[in-house]
């Protein structure tokens, strides 16, 4: 599926040092090693476009946690509206185009190099189950900001290997509890739900945590493919 038309100007190196603030230093993003990558990552309160910018620095109200002993293990059930993609860790490239001024295309070990962050939430299935899950990863704002958003961007899509699409608004993306997680209940996320990377969020419901992401894509605009279920008449919002 083509969400968006994807305007990728390339920037020359001089162009990208501008706009990420980084200067005097030699990199490569996409295929870098991962002490560049650190280098690069470290640069992140460099400036940023002024609306994302904003929600990172003055962060939406956190949604309260769960402790431990509230985890329940059991109570995760696999949703899954096709089959189960294998992805290879080793292969696997999380790409982040769109109206951004700097396209990622980042390995899982560029992924897992970035901060960690471990929340305990419910996750909320419209099918009528919920569950208390730990849930590790990096904030998706950590990638939206190394992607430098233009300022037009609203929304933020997700594509996934099993052919699963959805679609955030970026106040929602941007909040401080939406993660991109690699971990579920303290071990490595299983592959039914969505390794080697899924979104995890306590503000929306199941259905907007799409796994298997391979692609995520900043966009001015909302077009007419909004998500699988979205598309089949299910809010869009999507919030709880
Ligand atoms: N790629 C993909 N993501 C998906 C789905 C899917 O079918 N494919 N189902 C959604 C729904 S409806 C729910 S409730 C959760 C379920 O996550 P789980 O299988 O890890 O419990 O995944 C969501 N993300
Ligand atoms: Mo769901």
């Not at 230093?25 to 470290?42: A, R």
């Not at 929306?204 to 008449?233: F, M, P, V």
Request: hydrophobic share 40%; aromatic share 10%; glycine share 8%.
């Amino acid at each position: 599926m083509n969400l968006i038309p994807i305007k990728r100007p390339q920037l020359s190196r001089r162009q990208f040092i501008k706009v990420s603030g980084l200067s005097g230093m030699s990199f490569l993003l996409g295929g870098c090693g991962t002490p560049l990558f650190e280098d690069i990552v470290g640069k992140l309160s460099e400036p940023l476009n002024q609306k994302v910018e904003a929600l990172i620095l003055n962060p939406q109200k956190p949604v309260p946690e769960f402790s431990y002993s509230q985890i329940e293990p059991e109570a995760l059930l696999i949703n899954s509206f096709r089959y189960t993609p294998i992805i290879d860790k080793a292969k696997y490239r999380l790409i982040v185009n769109g109206e951004v001024n700097n396209p990622l295309s980042l390995s899982f070990a560029e992924i897992q190099s970035l901060p960690l962050t471990s929340m305990i939430i419910r996750h909320v299935c419209v099918e009528g189950w919920a569950a208390i899950v730990q849930w590790g990863g990096i904030r998706l704002q950590e990638i939206v900001a190394l992607a430098q958003p233009k300022a037009n961007v609203r929304y933020v899509y997700f594509q996934s290997a099993d052919g699963y699409y959805s679609s955030w608004d970026i106040a929602s993306s941007l909040h401080p509890q939406t993660l991109l997680a690699y971990q579920k209940n303290g071990e490595p996320l299983p592959v039914e739900n969505g390794a080697p990377l899924r979104l995890a969020s306590p503000i929306k419901l199941g259905y907007k945590q799409s796994k298997w992401i391979t692609q995520i894509t900043l966009a001015s605009q909302l077009l007419s493919s909004r998500g699988y279920w979205e598309d089949q008449g299910y809010e869009w919002f999507a919030g709880l």
